[in-house]
């Protein structure tokens, strides 16, 4: 697994990452103290009138009321006053104990219940300039009820700022369901890493602004988690092996591209010239006949291979015996690209996918020939890589587009354990889904790259770093966040609207030097 920040940790996972902490020598207290103290910073920045200020803390009786104890103290000379309302009862934990006992020897602070004095509570509530709310975090469960409920009322109508600590009060951090009552804040501060609640649009609403606050937690107590990953250009120069410099060009592999019936030979020569600029030592063409013909001036590096074509203009199945042995001398291939689909196509394609050892990217029409029955990725004996965007995916996974869309990470992720295969789901933040259950997500590319002849590029990259002996997760993480690069650096140069695919294929060497210079 390559080791990045996850995109969010599950409550689960966040108590995993605080117990790994833990044992890396981060104590929980120094992750509260921590925690309060980057978000006093935090409120210091969104609040500059401090100092003139009432402040209210809502605390529960967890360890999020713990928190708000911290902040308590860490505020005492900022701001004009500082009320704590206890709204479920005095802290309950080891941890909020003790903080508790530290803010309660500051004579500055007022405490107050909230059961035992609703109508001052409420005063407090309504006189405030900025609410602080710590009654619930991540051990929230069903509905808010008792005093907690009647605060949190007057606070969403008050006249304040109103600041959530980790997730607002009465929303449950892993599916975002919220109680009937729940804390409207205007920011939220997320501590240690987001939650898959913080990601949702349906609570945005009520998470406001959401800043994710560093509480010292140790990187390999975040990264060492299952949960999406973030892919940034920053990984990249890890991820690029530094060439030998006693290599020839058989070092560097040979990559066969099945891409191309009449009339689509953009796609063919888009893959061809992209697998060559990634680096690939030998790289072949094999398309329809009349393709190779029109692309061959085009195509001086490459090595062409010639395919009988039907009348249609298809790859003839006849062209199998000779495509699987240039396939078994080949350490990768990619198949698909504006290959056509029909009965020839389909044959020939099916045929390579069940007989091959070779490492496979299979995009476009390559999977809508599979798509009949899609069972056969699974007992193929070679990797597979499939590169389909989400109407190809819809295909060979049984959901629409939809239901895709809904929650691509899961689709994927599911997808790639039940088949075993690398799955790389395009569009906006690409998917990358391993059959281990690694999901990561892309961080670059945009609009200015759906357009025709995109996708080509990428499996063409894809397949190169593959045919080089790079292993399939490390070529799909670098391919594609690097094909996106690609596609940033043009739009800065040329706009969204006027970038042509042809343009990320010039940008691939420019940027793959400074990851070389980077390494
Ligand atoms: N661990 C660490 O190292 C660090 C943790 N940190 C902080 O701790 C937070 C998690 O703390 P936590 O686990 O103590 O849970 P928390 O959210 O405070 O609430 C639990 C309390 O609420 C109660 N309760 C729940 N639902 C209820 C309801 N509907 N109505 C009424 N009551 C309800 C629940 O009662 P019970 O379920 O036990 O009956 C229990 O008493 C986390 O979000 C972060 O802010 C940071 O400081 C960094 C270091
Ligand atoms: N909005 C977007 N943001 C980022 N990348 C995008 C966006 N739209 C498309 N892309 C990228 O452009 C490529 C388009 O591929 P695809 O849909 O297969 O087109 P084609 O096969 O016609 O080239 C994919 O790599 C996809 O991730
Ligand atoms: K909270």
């Not at 009820?145 to 605060?151: F, K, L, W």
């Not at 997320?190 to 140790?218: F, N, R, Y």
């Not at 060009?249 to 030979?265: N, P, T, V, Y």
Request: net charge negative; charged share 20%.
């Amino acid at each position: 697994m390559i080791n990045l920040q996850a995109k969010a940790l599950t409550i689960a996972q966040m108590k995993e990452a605080e117990a790994r902490s833990n044992e890396l020598g981060v104590s929980y207290a120094q992750l509260m103290e921590n925690a309060g103290s980057a978000c006093t910073a935090k409120i210091k920045e969104l609040f500059p009138k401090l100092s003139t200020s009432s402040v209210v803390i809502l605390c529960g009786k967890g360890n999020n009321g713990g928190d708000g104890l911290v902040i308590a103290r860490k505020l005492e000379n900022s701001a004009a006053d500082i009320t704590c309302i206890f709204c479920c009862g005095e802290p309950g934990t080891e941890l909020s104990q003790k903080v508790y006992q530290q803010a309660a020897a500051i004579s500055s602070i007022q405490f107050l219940d909230a059961k035992k004095e609703p109508m001052l509570c409420h005063f407090c509530l309504n006189q405030a300039d900025l609410i602080i709310d710590c009654i619930f975090g991540t051990g929230f469960h069903g509905e808010v009820q008792g005093s907690a409920q009647p605060m949190i009322g007057t606070a969403n109508k008050a006249d304040a700022v109103r600041i959530a600590v980790d997730i607002p009060s009465g929303m449950n951090g892993d599916d975002g369901s919220c109680s009937i009552s729940v804390f409207r804040a205007d920011h939220t501060l997320a501590l240690g890493a987001l939650k898959p609640a913080h990601l949702l649009e349906d609570t945005q609403s009520v998470c406001g602004k959401i800043h994710t606050l560093d509480i010292g937690m140790p990187s390999e107590a975040l990264e060492d988690s299952s949960s999406v990953k973030l892919l940034k250009w920053e990984n990249l120069p890890a991820l690029l092996p530094k060439r030998d410099p006693n290599a020839n060009k058989g070092d560097f592999g040979k990559l066969l591209i099945l891409a191309g019936r009449s009339g689509m030979g953009g796609a063919a020569m888009m893959a061809t010239l992209s697998a060559l600029r990634c680096g690939c030592g030998l790289t072949t063409l094999a398309a329809a006949s009349s393709v190779i013909n029109a692309c061959f001036p085009h195509l001086m590096e490459a090595v062409t291979l010639s395919l009988a074509e039907t009348k249609d203009g298809a790859v003839s199945s006849e062209s199998l015996t000779l495509l699987s042995e240039h396939l078994s001398s080949s350490t990768a291939a990619v198949i698909g690209c504006g290959l056509g689909h029909d009965e020839h196509t389909e044959k020939l394609v099916r045929s390579l996918v069940k007989e091959t050892q070779t490492p496979l990217v299979i995009d476009a029409d390559g999977i809508n020939c599979l798509a009949g029955d899609i069972n056969i990725v699974q007992t193929a004996k070679a990797p597979i890589i499939l590169t389909p965007h989400p109407k190809e995916f819809s295909r060979i996974c049984g959901k629409s587009v939809a239901e895709i869309e809904a929650d691509r990470e899961q689709a994927a992720s599911q997808f790639a354990q039940q088949y075993s295969v690398h799955l790389v789901l395009k569009g906006h933040a690409t998917v990358i889904a391993l059959p281990d259950g690694t999901v990561y997500q892309n961080t670059t590319g945009n609009a200015g790259m759906a357009k025709g002849g995109s996708g080509d590029v990428l499996a063409g990259m894809i397949g190169s770093f593959l045919a080089q002996g790079i292993a399939s997760e490390k070529a799909a993480c670098l391919a594609v966040c690097l094909h996106g690069a690609c596609g940033d650096r043009c739009a800065q140069r040329l706009s969204e609207y006027g970038i042509l695919a042809r343009d990320l294929i010039q940008e691939i060497p420019l940027l793959l030097r400074e990851l070389e210079q980077n390494r």
